[in-house]
């Protein structure tokens, strides 16, 4: 079924269909349509898949959707238009340009986190770029999976646009056709399984994977400001999306007074009760609950299920014993630990293939020995993932894990280990931004990165010496929002960009021409027999050019 899929769009693809501006922008406008006519549906199709508020749906998702069409819509002429260069003056008379055309048939893989946002965004600017598209839509979110399938074909040219739902048996499939270009949303261990695949057939592919965002807060901040920005950006979608603050470093004359004013954002955004909220959602899938659960403190999360008071007794115990421990490891072996420890809590959190989860490979979780300098020990602080200042309840049965936020948390902490994509914020004591950068400069090079300082060096050291996939002076996730700034990540957490012309260039093959009158043949000067007046003409060439 998938290969005929592709057949199908590749039949359409080579018979031109595509490549008109009119087919273009007819696609677009019926995109906008689409996620414009069926608000509703969307709607609630989020609601069933993530617990996703009505209002973050239409303003994260479906508004960005719509704005994108638009903008690729309205520069279409101007992207793929000739753009004149100039020729070398030893080839003149000659002319030369380039024009931007579709790379064929692609495939988009999208997580679902954003179920809608992370499908149509780019297949917006695949249809721009003159492209036929393949869509899989991720199976983790069922209900927009299969609304996505149904409206597509409504909407959008049926013979040109393809949306093929299922897992991984699907997925894999779909990897075995020769695409001309594959677009994957999702975690960095399905990332290197999508490369691989893509290899085989030398397909170019763009990875937008994730990571661990740094947060970065000194005392030149306006804290109350701060807070309410770290929390909005952290647990918007109860905080899994890919560019959230993961976690953040402060120093320590702020480090306390931000957890606390952050837990008074938290009651200002979602109240005294945040699982009573309509504006606060869910987890997506009970195995993400669980692996996010570990990364609580010991003692937090009760026994999945009753048990007598002995048994209850000596759990209690044993998780004590077990904080103690850990503690008492971190301090006799110092920060060399962490690579053990940060290997389990990989192995734990492991997605399978096809699992779309968008949360960071293996490579982005394992953290380098850190010096005991660059983060501060809090005192009475005895879990290796910090002292709970809100939150820390869950409900198994809503999936419901409370805006979290952990003070004092220890670099060794499995918090630390890998992507949280959760509603947990551990805040490290960090002595200065010097030792902030170091600290983030041995980890895999993140999504996004995040500075609220007022002190122009401190912002500038951060730009010059470290390196994510984007930088935000005070402002988290604002760079998702604008179809004029590139979105990608570099190195473990991506490959590649999109959004507006960035998405355009994605999907196109920006093609080299040049032209050159047969007369005057002006190229006679260098065919060869090479004599000796030729090679004294070389000479004065080359002192010219």
């Known amino acids: 079924m998938t290969n005929q899929t592709f057949e199908q769009l590749k039949k359409t693809y080579e018979s031109g269909r595509t490549r008109p501006l009119a087919w273009r922008r007819a696609q677009l406008n019926a995109l906008r349509r689409l996620v414009t006519e069926n608000r509703d549906a969307f709607v609630s199709s989020a609601m069933a898949d993530l617990g996703k508020p009505a209002a973050e749906t239409v303003l994260m998702e479906l508004n960005l959707v719509a704005g994108e069409a638009q903008f690729v819509r309205n520069r279409l002429s101007l992207w793929t238009a000739r753009h004149p260069k100039a020729m070398h003056w030893m080839l003149q008379p000659a002319a030369g340009w380039t024009i931007a055309e579709p790379k064929g048939v692609v495939l988009i893989i999208s997580p679902w986190n954003y179920p809608v946002l992370l499908a149509l965004e780019p297949m917006a600017d695949a249809l721009a770029a003159g492209n036929a598209v393949c869509l899989k839509p991720s199976e983790l979110s069922p209900n927009t999976s299969k609304l996505l399938a149904e409206l597509v074909p409504q909407y959008l040219d049926s013979e040109a646009v393809r949306v093929v739902e299922g897992g991984p048996k699907e997925t894999g499939e779909l990897l075995k056709c020769p695409f001309n270009h594959i677009f994957y949303t999702g975690g960095g261990h399905v990332g290197k399984i999508v490369m691989r695949a893509a290899a085989e057939h030398l397909t170019p592919v763009t990875l937008e994977l994730g990571g661990k965002s740094p947060c970065f807060v000194d005392r030149t901040a306006d804290i109350n400001m701060a807070a309410r920005r770290i929390a909005w950006g952290k647990f918007t979608n109860a905080g899994q999306t890919c560019v959230a603050p993961d976690y953040v470093l402060a120093t320590p004359d702020v480090a306390e007074a931000l957890a606390e004013r952050i837990a008074v954002a938290i009651t200002e955004f979602y109240g005294e009760d945040p699982k009573a909220s309509p504006d606060f959602g869910r987890i997506i899938n009970d195995r993400h609950f669980e692996r996010l659960c570990k990364l609580l403190p010991v003692g937090t999360v009760p026994p999945e299920e009753p048990s007598s008071p002995l048994v209850q007794v000596a759990s209690a115990v044993g998780a004590a014993m077990d904080m103690v421990g850990r503690r ?93 994509f959760g509603p947990i914020l551990p805040i490290l004591v960090v002595e200065d931004a010097e030792s902030a950068i170091r600290f983030i400069n041995k980890r895999s090079r993140p999504l996004a990165a995040y500075v609220f300082s007022r002190d122009h060096e401190v912002r500038l050291t951060f730009e010059r010496q470290t390196s994510s996939g984007a930088l935000g002076y005070s402002l988290p996730l604002g760079h998702l929002l604008s179809s004029r700034l590139p979105f990608g990540g570099v190195g473990a957490s991506g490959i590649g960009t999109y959004h507006g012309k960035a998405g355009f260039l994605t999907f196109s093959h920006v093609k080299t021409v040049v032209t050159k009158p047969q007369f005057p043949d002006t190229l006679r000067l260098v065919y060869p027999p090479f004599n000796e007046a030729k090679a004294k003409l070389f000479d004065i060439i080359a002192k010219f050019s």
């Open 328 to 420: 008492f490891n971190a301090v006799t072996t110092g920060r060399g630990g962490a690579g053990e420890m940060a290997g389990s809590a990989n192995n734990a959190a492991k997605p399978t293939a096809g699992s779309n989860m968008a949360a960071a490979d293996d490579g982005a979780t394992a953290s380098a020995a850190v010096e005991p300098s660059e983060i501060h020990k809090v005192p009475g602080v005895f879990d290796l993932a910090g002292r709970i200042v809100c939150g820390g309840k869950v409900d198994r049965a809503a999936r419901y894990i409370a805006p979290t936020v952990l003070y004092g948390t220890s670099p060794d902490a499995p918090v630390m280990k890998e992507e949280i």
